[in-house]
């Protein structure tokens, strides 16, 4: 077990990465605010994920105390040299899921760790495969899971993942929200 010389806090809403980080017997707390995902259109790939990270990272700076660690992350889910967020709707999550019927993406995710005196930023990309899936199969995900708080509009441990995803190259756990491996070494070696 990993002991901390800090107060680890979750800046995060994610059902997803809270139950992740709590998996690892973390003693951790969580922080919720609002925070404008918007991001400079000439970012690509980690870019993006990292940007997000940070300016996320930016809106909990003010209330920090010395003794915490925070956590900060963004998903992203980028095909064809394309980004795509959380679906604004059932029809923006149909189009989602029909763009990655069939094909292959990348999910990146960035990570910000950060105390008063320090910040570190890293991300992890992992390959998804997926086979192709038919309308029925989205639609029946769409309407049982209401994706619409998930990158891309899906989510690798919900039904479309069970039944869509061929194969993953790279952290099933990135897919998921946090790469709960990398983030166990950042957090291992961070004062170092």
């Known amino acids: 077990m990993l002991h901390l010389p800090y107060r680890l806090i979750l800046c995060s809403a994610s059902p997803r ?10 003693d951790f707390e969580i922080r919720k605010k609002d925070v404008d995902e918007s991001f400079p259109d000439h970012l690509k790939a980690e870019q993006i994920a990292l940007y997000l990270a940070l300016q996320k990272a930016k809106a909990f700076e ?29 029809a923006d999550a149909m189009k989602m899921l029909k763009k990655l019927s069939g094909n292959v993406h990348e999910v990146y995710t960035g990570v910000c760790l950060f105390t008063k005196e320090k910040k570190k930023l890293f991300f992890v990309m992992t390959k998804v495969f997926f086979k192709k899936l038919s309308q029925e199969e989205i639609e ?29 190259e790279g952290s099933f756990y990135n897919v998921m929200g946090l790469p709960m491996k990398e983030l166990y070494e950042e957090l291992k070696h961070f004062d170092d």
């Open 17 to 26: 990465r809270q139950l992740l980080l709590k998996e690892l017997n973390f």
């Open 140 to 168: 029946y995900y769409i309407d049982q899971h209401a994706p619409y708080d998930k990158a891309g509009a899906y989510g690798a441990q919900d039904f479309i993942g069970m039944i869509g995803v061929e194969k993953i």
């Open 62 to 90: 003010p209330e920090i105390y010395s003794d915490e660690l925070m956590i900060t992350a963004d998903t992203i889910v980028w095909i064809n040299n394309h980004v795509l967020n959380k679906p604004a709707d059932r």
